[in-house]
T-cell receptor, first 112, second 111 residues
Framework: DSGVTQTPKHLITATGQRVTLRCSPRSGDLSVYWYQQSLDQGLQFLIQYYNGEERAKGNILERFSAQQFPDLHSELNLSSLELGDSALYFC???????????FGPGTRLTVT | LAKTTQPISMDSYEGQEVNITCSHNNIATNDYITWYQQFPSQGPRFIIQGYKTKVTNEVASLFIPADRKSSTLSLPRVSLSDTAVYYCLVGEPGGGNKLTFGTGTQLKVEL
């Protein structure tokens, strides 16, 4: 158990819908990272927050957005969902801007 | 943006030492190298991180040559439970850079 929690564990929704994935980092960690992992794309970095501020941006689509709240939990919002958005979404947290990362168990999103 | 390249797969036997190499030819001056292990349907798990020369912890060693264009993860005396995908990650402390995972190496350990 890494200490990072993600909810929900599974999510099934239809194309065109919007969903919110939630992440609670390990106690004391200031950095939160979001990743997408699909079978054909591997592990893709989406975005990083550090102490509430966006720190780095990866291949995150404009339909996706994220934020880190004052209590340091983070949410990833996915809108106008497409079939290709079906994937495992991982959140990770770490003590610093690029220290080691501790990954949560992931949210499996299925878009039908 | 440092692109990384790893072997797609490797096979080994229990008790052997396994070395997995990651190539990162355009690594930036401020980039660190981090290795993760991932089991199916689980989040990656941090193994080790380094900047140059050699780093060792209780589970692995990381060797980085002077030019830093590659790195080698060394797993001593592997067991069946080490069967997993291993990722090499190159990124800059402080963020402001895309965190690039390698393609991953599927390690299979047999009896």
């Amino acid at each position: 158990d890494s200490g990072v929690t993600q909810t929900p564990k599974h999510l099934i929704t239809a194309t065109g819908q919007r969903v919110t994935l939630r992440c609670s980092p390990r106690s004391g960690d200031l950095s939160v990272y979001w990743y997408q992992q699909s079978l054909d794309q591997g592990l893709q970095f989406l975005i990083q927050y550090y102490n509430g501020e966006e720190r780095a941006k990866g291949n995150i689509l404009e339909r996706f957005s994220a934020q880190q709240f004052p209590d340091l939990h983070s949410e990833l919002n996915l809108s106008s969902l497409e079939l290709g958005d079906s994937a495992l979404y991982f959140c990770a947290s770490g003590p610093g801007p690029f220290a080691e990362q501790y990954f949560g168990p992931g949210t499996r999103l299925t878009v039908t | 943006l440092a692109k990384t390249t790893q072997p797609i797969s490797m096979d080994s036997y229990e008790g052997q030492e396994v070395n997995i190499t990651c190539s990162h030819n355009n690594i930036a001056t401020n980039d660190y190298i981090t290795w993760y292990q991932q089991f199916p349907s689980q989040g990656p798990r941090f193994i080790i991180q380094g900047y140059k020369t050699k780093v060792t912890n209780e589970v692995a060693s990381l060797f980085i040559p002077a030019d830093r264009k590659s790195s080698t993860l060394s797993l001593p005396r592997v067991s069946l439970s080490d069967t997993a995908v291993y990722y090499c990650l190159v990124g800059e402390p402080g963020g402001g850079n895309k965190l690039t995972f390698g393609t991953g190496t599927q390690l299979k350990v047999e009896l």
